[in-house]
């Protein structure tokens, strides 16, 4: 593109000519909007912008939205505002190298990221992992998971008005990241996966914050029930809220806690399995109701089900290594980079060129993130680097179902639906 080219699509008029079509095509769906109604002045008609900038949209989230006094009659969404291009950046770095950047996509849940892109590309690559890293893996998603739902319902329960409940459960999260600490050595970015197995062992320091957290969180969780479960105001709030039916989430594309609480009861970690999950025993929390409130239901339950993954984890917890031990394919463990003049080599050619799939061979794996199917399609070119690699990220998928579900709400009701959908936009706009 040439220069002027360039500037003429930065140039103001650009993004005007951009919001005009938005507007328009409100506008082409319905009659002209009436300004103000002079028999009820309360079924006033105009379009609100919400967001970007709005601080309880859950992220750099635009809506547009026709209202007819304080109902919603057309939601229309505008995305792109934390555009990163990170799978164009994927395809200029080793797949390792990328790694760290999967932590910034759903950052609320950056361990599950990482083992998607681990699991994809050892798929592609036919890479061996340990079986003490499998399980090592689960472990980390599912607390993620945990962590993931927990700002969920804090956000949640602060939209509908309640402020000291986010204070708890970040108590909670508080926990989970000096697991990470111990485990990872971060707290938030953790970049701990490697392809074929995880970067380090699991601490004694960590298993023992891991216990205790599985012993004391569930009580944590029956005193949310209490909470919550019966309490007026909430309920009201979500119940027959933001109501979408079985057939328009799978028209739709939805996916994760979304999807299942629309009454289809699908989960990766059942039906296409990774890791070990065959291995361990849960259920797939499914509502049929598929309002505001079922989706509160699904994700509290698939926490009980998170911490009854990792018990049967730390009871089966296997000994031996937690990388494979393929120079070409995994990087060496610091010892025998250190010590020896092989290890060293094997870990700069790791660190320079990174492991070569075939060439032509192209692949796509997904896992159960905490907001849904979260895949990756790599396809190779025999390098160290994909020569292209696409992201099927959950979020992307259910910020649609936003413009089926909040028509017909009232404004009042928008930020708690966008809550109880839990997008997150640095997935979104990848």
């Known amino acids: ?174 926990k989970i990241y000096d697991i990470m600490d111990n485990l990872t050595g971060h707290r938030f970015t953790v970049s701990h996966a490697r392809i074929g197995g995880v970067a380090n062992d699991i601490t004694p320091e960590a298993m023992g914050l891991i216990k205790e957290f599985i012993e004391t969180f569930p ?60 291995e361990v025993e849960f259920e797939v929390p499914t509502r049929l109701e598929g309002d505001n409130l079922a989706r509160y239901y699904v994700r509290m339950e698939e926490m009980h089900e998170s911490i009854r993954i990792i018990r049967q984890c730390l009871d089966k917890l296997p000994g031996g290594p937690v990388r494979t031990d393929n120079a070409k394919q995994a990087y060496p463990s610091k010892d025998e980079v250190y010590y020896s003049m092989e290890g060293m080599i094997h870990d700069f050619m790791m660190t320079d060129t990174g492991i070569c799939p075939p060439e032509g061979a192209e692949a796509y794996h997904a896992v159960e993130a905490p907001k849904g199917e979260l895949g990756y399609f790599i396809q190779s070119d025999g390098t160290g680097h994909p020569w292209r690699l696409k992201i099927n990220a959950p979020s992307f998928a259910n910020l649609q179902v936003l413009e089926n579900i909040l028509d017909g709400e009232m404004i009042a009701d928008t930020v708690v639906i966008i809550g109880g959908v839990d997008p997150v936009m640095g997935e979104a706009d990848k």
């Open 219 to 278: 009580q944590e969780l029956k005193d949310y029930h209490k909470l919550l479960d019966r309490n007026r105001i909430f309920y009201d709030r979500n119940e027959n809220v933001g109501v979408l039916t079985t057939e328009d989430a799978l028209d739709i594309g939805a996916t994760g806690p979304v999807l299942r609480a629309s009454g289809y009861a699908f989960d990766i970690r059942k039906f296409t399995p990774y890791a070990r999950y065959t």
């Open 1 to 174: 593109m040439k220069l002027k080219d360039i500037q003429s699509k930065a140039h103001p008029t650009f993004f005007k000519e951009h919001q005009k079509k938005l507007y328009q095509s409100l506008e082409d769906k319905h009659t002209t909007i009436e300004q103000v109604d002079v028999d009820d002045p309360l079924n006033t008609g105009m379009i609100l912008n919400m967001g970007p900038q709005h601080p309880a949209t859950h992220g750099v989230l635009r809506l547009m939205l026709e209202l007819r006094g304080e109902s919603i009659v057309k939601t229309k969404l505008d995305i792109g505002y934390l555009h990163r291009g990170v799978e164009k950046i994927a395809e200029n770095k080793t797949y390792q190298e990328f790694m760290p950047y999967t932590d910034r996509m759903d950052y609320l849940s950056p361990y599950s990221n990482n083992v998607a892109l681990c699991t994809a590309v050892e798929k592609i690559a036919d890479v061996e992992v340990p079986e003490r890293a499998h399980y090592i893996r689960m472990i980390g998603s599912e607390l993620a998971r945990i962590s993931s739902h927990l700002l969920w319902l804090g956000t949640l329960v602060m939209d509908a008005g309640a402020v000291s409940f986010f204070i708890w459960t970040f108590r909670e999260r508080e």
